[in-house]
């Protein structure tokens, strides 16, 4: 199902109108559904600093993903060989996430359009590999420079709604508002181009190796700039989150992922799927606009995967 809307921006003069297309995705198989907005290529100010980036156009998830959803690809027996794919699909087949041992969301709920949290960015990039299989589209996760594209939704200023933190309560679950709580995805009002808690509920995971120095890297090579992982830690974290304090919530921040997200996990390596001491994380998915063998996408997941 697709529908065609008008967003209105109010914050800058690179768009006066902009049209989105949204798209339904059903999960095969399922009664699961995910909704993406397809955003314009264009070039947009960056960072705190400004920075000059062009990217192409691209899907990205209304809302941050949710426990219903992930639950498909974590709980095996709630999957099944139905596919919509080009390519055969095999449930048996697929690499999933070891159980919780305890509750890592500390009763804040695993249902009924709760964020999904407390992954690691590979349990979130397998989540992206098995629906990419599933569908025979590309899924991944958000470059930084597409995640934050996409939180300003064409504004310049410190937040998708301006520069008065006041008027944080009516578009994110904060630290002041949230009772120390992520709550149900969508209930929040959403940035000018239709995306929901871009600002707090669960900060989110991009696909980046967090660099302190990724505006001078880009500077070289701005358009669809990306920074591949050498090593598990760390990695772009982006948005805030419900314990997060209002300045915490802005466009422009960012925030470096931390092993001590693990530090409750008793398993010798650490797990590969989950961080204990995360359930203020969570992410949203990006749809990209090739058309990927199963190959050439089992090879992008293979270098962005880093354990």
């Given at each position: 199902m697709r529908i065609f809307f008008l967003a209105f921006l109010f914050f800058t003069p690179i768009y006066s109108i902009a049209q989105i297309e949204y798209d339904t995705v059903h999960i095969p198989g399922?009664?699961?559904?995910?909704?993406?907005?397809?955003?314009?290529?264009?070039t947009f100010q960056m960072g705190e600093g400004s920075s000059p980036v062009i990217l192409d156009s691209y899907w990205i998830g209304v809302h941050e993903m949710t426990w219903d959803a992930f639950a498909?690809?974590?709980?095996?027996n709630k999957d099944s060989d139905s596919?919509?794919?080009?390519?055969?699909?095999?449930?048996?087949?697929?690499?999933?996430?070891?159980?919780p041992y305890f509750d890592f969301t500390y009763g804040m709920g695993r249902s009924d359009g709760f964020p999904a949290s407390t992954m690691t960015q590979q349990n979130a990039l397998r989540y992206c590999q098995w629906l990419s299989d599933k569908t025979g589209d590309f899924y991944r996760l958000p470059t930084e420079a597409e995640w934050e594209y996409a939180c300003r939704a064409g504004t310049t200023t410190t937040y998708s709604w301006g520069d008065d933190p006041?008027?944080?309560?009516?578009?994110?679950?904060?630290?002041?508002?949230?009772?120390?709580?992520?709550?149900?995805?969508?209930?929040?009002?959403?940035?000018?181009?239709?995306?929901?808690?871009?600002?707090?509920?669960?900060?989110?995971w991009?696909?980046?190796?967090?660099?302190?120095?990724?505006?001078?890297?880009?500077?070289?090579?701005?358009?669809?700039?990306?920074?591949?992982p050498i090593r598990k830690h760390s990695r772009t974290v982006r948005g805030g989150s419900f314990e997060d304090f209002v300045e915490d919530l802005a466009s422009a921040h960012r925030l470096k992922s931390s092993a001590k997200w693990q530090?409750?996990?008793?398993?010798?390596?650490?797990?590969?799927?989950?961080?204990?001491?995360?359930?203020f994380l969570g992410f949203r998915i990006v749809r990209d606009t090739r058309t990927l063998s199963k190959a050439e996408r089992d090879q992008f997941f293979s270098e962005w995967i880093v354990d």
């Open positions: 399922t009664d699961q559904y995910i909704q993406l907005a397809k955003l314009p290529a264009d498909i690809f974590t709980t095996k596919t919509y794919a080009r390519e055969p699909f095999d449930a048996d087949a697929v690499s999933r996430p070891s159980p006041k008027q944080a309560g009516d578009y994110a679950w904060y630290y002041d508002n949230s009772k120390g709580a992520y709550q149900k995805v969508g209930t929040k009002k959403p940035n000018n181009w239709g995306l929901y808690d871009m600002h707090g509920n669960v900060a989110e991009t696909l980046d190796y967090y660099v302190d120095d990724y505006f001078d890297r880009i500077l070289s090579d701005n358009k669809n700039p990306k920074i591949a530090a409750r996990d008793p398993q010798m390596p650490k797990s590969k799927w989950w961080n204990p001491d995360s359930p």
